[in-house]
């Protein structure tokens, strides 16, 4: 069965479709990566399937069950997170105030949640585990506003991370990054993937090439294709989608 499903996911903005009527499966486990021309709908269809938009028509099936009307917090509850929305990074805290924050937000999603007020330091350590995790425990006193961008990035990871997700949604993670920081967080997403589902829209087809168990290609809202990195780079329909776009 997969994590995470869309069946006919539409969304209409006036008398413009975003997103067409969109079937996907995400397999419990994998790398799927979401590609496209600029326009294709991807950042559309990834914020419907975390709810920051609501779908003119279709579900949004999280293990077989029906979440299309739930909200952002109760989808974060059931164990899905996007990254680089609800992770953001608190410039002048340090790093490890980040992510304890971080995990504070864990900790108030769960309504069943009360410990008094000592077991918070014990969030320190935890916080500290995720730096280690994610290779930033050597800065863990420095603030998040003197970091690389690659860094900032791992941090928003390592938050993302503290919410404990179980399917990871990661919105361009290489954005903007030189070739030194893809290469690092490349390893980090394959290292922090083990034991999870990763669903992730992706600019960069060198990346996309190396992580992705599985790719769907989207254009025009709709899905065009769907396969391996391979069978993708073969298809003729999706050569023709990206000509004239500046992914090439
Ligand atoms: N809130 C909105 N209102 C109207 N049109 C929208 C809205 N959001 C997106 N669109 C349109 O939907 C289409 C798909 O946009 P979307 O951002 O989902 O594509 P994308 O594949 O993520 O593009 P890019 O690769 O450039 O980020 C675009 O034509 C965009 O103009």
Redesign the pocket.
């Known amino acids: 069965m997969p994590v995470l499903s869309a069946r006919g996911l539409t969304k209409r903005?006036g008398g413009?479709t975003?997103t067409d009527g969109v079937n996907l499966d995400v397999a419990q486990g994998t790398i799927h990566a979401l590609i496209?021309p600029?326009?294709?709908?991807?950042?559309?269809l990834f914020a419907l399937l975390t709810k920051f938009h609501t779908p003119t028509a279709g579900q949004i099936l999280l293990d077989g069950e029906d979440i299309t009307r739930l909200s952002p917090p109760e989808i974060v509850r059931r164990g899905m997170v996007r990254s680089f929305q609800i992770s953001a990074v608190f410039p002048h805290l340090t790093l490890l105030e980040n992510v304890r924050v971080a995990l504070q937000r864990r900790v108030g999603l769960d309504r069943q949640f009360w410990r008094p007020a000592s077991a918070l330091s014990r969030l320190d350590g935890q916080a500290m585990e995720l730096l280690d995790q994610v290779g930033l425990a050597d800065h863990a006193h420095s603030l998040a506003s003197a970091m690389s961008y690659g860094r900032k990035r791992t941090l928003e990871i390592a938050t993302t991370l503290a919410l404990d997700p179980r399917v990871m949604l990661l919105d361009e993670p290489m954005a903007g990054m030189g070739r030194e920081d893809v290469v690092l967080i490349e390893s980090l997403i394959r290292r922090v993937a083990r034991g999870r589902t990763v669903l992730m829209v992706e600019?960069n087809l060198g990346v996309v090439e190396t992580l992705a168990d599985r790719v769907t290609v989207?254009a025009r809202?709709a899905v065009l294709a769907e396969g391996s990195f391979a069978e993708i780079r073969a298809n003729a329909e999706v050569r023709r989608s990206y000509m004239g776009s500046d992914h090439g």
């Open positions: 903005f413009f975003a496209g600029n326009g294709a709908g991807k950042s559309t600019h989207l809202g």
